[in-house]
């Protein structure tokens, strides 16, 4: 039987990771299962608007206003702990989240990386509210497309909605590459469809558990759009898989010859090629006067303790608050995928919405699952626990936690 994408981790970078035990990393990896944007503008290095300053530098509480997207940038902002926030579900409460991110269920002895909030300085993120977004989602559906990432913030936004319906109006069906979540009152779905590089490769429903083997169709996505058609609300995301090389193998055409002649090109230029596909499905297929379609930004990496001081640190591990310097960016994090992707959707004619969650995710290194996960489809092992530098998950979040963060900013978006 082929392995469940559904069970399966990502690829870890390359570039960014040390080379441990080959069969290890390979589990540990792979174990998953604003029309007009600039590069200032998606790396947040220009504010939009002037308010009053303090001597502090953070915008005076009684001039922040409420959430306006031409008038406060989220980019700029701190994470501020308040232990009365209690969020909304917990991994025991909601029955949709995967044990892989269940980190409390999994043994996670603290608690504070849940009571953190994301304060812009301009202006106030509104709390999440499940009955105005269900209102909103009445007779449509919404549909995450993506990696694993992609599948946390959608179960993070179903968890955020469901325990406000009753238990006879809603319903889950988990499958291979689509899920579904029905709120049945509001004849509404949120949806979740696995496409990790968004266009084709060899490595969709059978996973090539060695990256250097997968091949990516550059030009070709239609296998998986034909399954997007008559959606209401699109959030599109692709990064981590990418990150596995340098270069990355990319095929013209079908597979039909024996996935012979691919060509390796640099992974950015092999991203760039892939993202033009996507956009220009976006651009034939979908009406911006029907549908909207949002892209989540790159989910940073958090393997190199360096990145943010700890020098004597294990990736992740043992992190317990966010990292405080401002403007904080550390090597899990591509700038030059971020360009693409400001460059690809400036050009495009259906208007895309970034939501841009990469800087203050970057200051989550307390957020992951670390080694509060599962390996293979199994809590990791005692041995395992003590062994960080090879099973600590710093790229998945649990969850409740950081997603939640991103399903906020969603939320702000649909409601305007």
């Known amino acids: 039987m082929a392995p469940n994408p559904t069970r399966l981790k990502i690829p870890l970078s390359a570039i960014t990771t040390v080379v441990f035990t080959f069969a290890v990393v390979v589990v540990i990896l792979f174990g998953e299962s604003i029309s007009s944007v600039t590069s200032g503008a998606i790396f947040g290095l220009k504010k939009s608007c002037a308010r009053r300053i303090s001597i502090s530098g953070v915008v005076d509480e009684a001039d922040r206003v409420g959430f306006d997207p031409d008038e406060c940038s989220l980019v700029h902002g701190k994470w501020v702990f308040d232990r009365s926030i209690k969020p909304l579900y917990s991994d025991r409460t909601c029955p949709y989240l995967d044990r892989q991110v269940s980190c409390v269920k999994n043994g996670r002895p603290d608690s504070d990386y849940r009571h953190w909030q994301w304060q812009p300085d301009e202006c106030a993120l509104p709390e999440f509210d499940a ?5 909103k989602l009445r007779g449509k559906r919404l549909m995450f497309v993506g990696d694993s990432l992609q599948r946390e913030q959608w179960q993070s936004f179903v968890c955020l909605v469901e325990h406000v319906i009753p238990e006879k109006q809603k ?3 988990r499958g291979r590459m689509h899920s579904v979540f029905k709120a049945k ?13 968004l266009i084709e490769s060899n490595s969709d429903e059978k996973i090539v558990m060695d990256p250097t083997k997968r091949i990516m169709r550059v030009d070709s996505i239609e296998n998986h759009a034909k399954n997007w058609k008559g959606v209401d609300i699109f959030v599109f995301n692709t990064y981590v898989w990418w990150m596995s090389g340098l270069k ?3 095929l013209w055409g079908s597979f039909a010859n024996g996935e012979q002649g691919y060509e390796e090109l640099e992974t950015r230029v092999a991203y760039r090629i892939g993202l033009k596909t996507w956009a220009n499905w976006v651009d034939s297929n979908v009406d911006p006067d029907r549908t909207r379609v949002f892209f989540t930004t790159l989910s940073p990496i958090h393997h190199r303790s360096a990145d943010w001081g700890n020098v004597n640190g294990t990736k992740c591990y043992k992190e317990t608050k966010p990292v405080e310097k401002r403007g904080h960016w550390g090597s899990g994090s591509n700038k030059e995928i971020m360009s693409v992707v400001a ?14 969650i990469t800087q203050l ?4 290194i ?36 950081v997603p939640d963060t991103w399903n906020r900013i969603l ?4 409601m305007l």
């Not at 995710?361 to 989550?364: P, Q």
């Not at 939320?411 to 649909?414: I, N, Q, S, T, V």
């Open 131 to 135: 009955p105005a977004v269900l209102q």
């Open 171 to 173: 319903s889950m069906q």
């Open 185 to 197: 009152k509001f004849d509404a779905t949120i949806e979740f469809y696995w496409a990790p590089f």
């Open 248 to 250: 990355t193998k990319s």
């Open 343 to 356: 460059d690809v959707v400036r050009k495009m004619k259906v208007p895309v919405t970034l939501i841009n």
């Open 361 to 364: 995710s970057e200051y989550r």
């Open 366 to 401: 307390d957020a992951h699952t670390s080694i509060y996960t599962e390996l293979g489809g199994k809590l990791l092992t005692d041995e395992q626990k003590e062994d960080p530098l090879h099973y600590a998950d710093c790229v998945h979040w649990c969850l409740p936690g």
């Open 411 to 414: 939320f702000a978006y649909l």
